[in-house]
């Protein structure tokens, strides 16, 4: 998967400038802007999100897919600015969902799914390698905290929809599961910088990202379930 940045000096945009942020903009560019070693800019992120659930309640988790995008903030240090600090500000569109063991007997299949909306900041040290031509190494590691601004969803029994777009925030809804407004997590990367002219580069790169608290409340005591992400940052 790609992650692309575009890093600029702080100088007088022209036309044909524009027309290039324009173009790649739509290319899910992620713009960014350059004075010494302070950098930002805006990212589009696809990515995919699948649960980690309790083998003896839920059956095996999917994936499914998702979506972020915000602004992005790097600081580096050091000669050679091999050292950084990222923070980011994204609205993360996240879709899981889980479907029940039949643990009652009873053959029923029930199956719940969520939409959420998450407003999220990451934050990450960077290491990045001297630069090798036109390209640059880096790794980086630290960890996220989200709040859930919305989460509605679907409850199915046997196949048929009980009930569409169930705010999963609201506590005692009737099909038995809450969605928690927290999440965290810790969040690993890896890629390259590839400078393609002077002061401009295209960064390819990909991250995980590792759930350390619930997202769901579904009533079984000791019952853990984590959402983990991968994709585009």
Not at 34 to 47: C, D, E, K
Not at 116 to 139: C, D, H, N, V
């Amino acid at each position: 998967m790609l992650n692309q940045h575009i890093f600029l000096p702080l100088v007088e945009i022209s036309n044909s400038d524009m027309r290039k942020f324009t173009f790649l903009l739509l290319m899910l560019v992620a713009f960014s802007s350059r004075a010494q070693q302070f950098r930002y800019g805006f990212s589009i992120a696809p990515g995919s999100n699948k649960l980690v659930l309790p083998a003896d309640m839920y059956d095996p988790a999917v994936s499914f897919s998702g979506f972020q995008y915000g602004l992005l903030l790097d600081q580096t240090f050091v000669k050679g600015d091999i050292i950084g600090v990222s923070l980011g500000l994204n609205l993360n569109y996240s879709q899981s969902g889980m479907t029940s063991t039949d643990n009652n007997g009873a053959g029923d299949d029930k199956e719940w799914a969520v939409r959420a909306r998450y407003l999220e900041i990451p934050l990450t040290l960077k290491l990045r390698t001297p630069q090798f031509g036109s390209f640059t190494i880096y790794g980086e590691g630290g960890a996220t905290y989200g709040k859930c601004l919305r989460a509605v969803g679907d409850y199915t029994l046997n196949g048929l929809t009980l009930d569409s777009d169930i705010d999963y925030l609201e506590k005692d809804n009737a099909n038995g599961i809450n969605y928690l407004d927290k999440n965290a997590g810790l969040q690993f990367g890896l890629g390259a910088e590839v400078e393609v002219a002077e002061g401009a580069s295209i960064i390819i790169g990909f991250f995980y990202q590792k759930g350390i608290m619930n997202v769901y409340e579904d009533n079984n005591v000791g019952s853990d379930i984590l959402l983990n992400q991968t994709g585009i940052r």
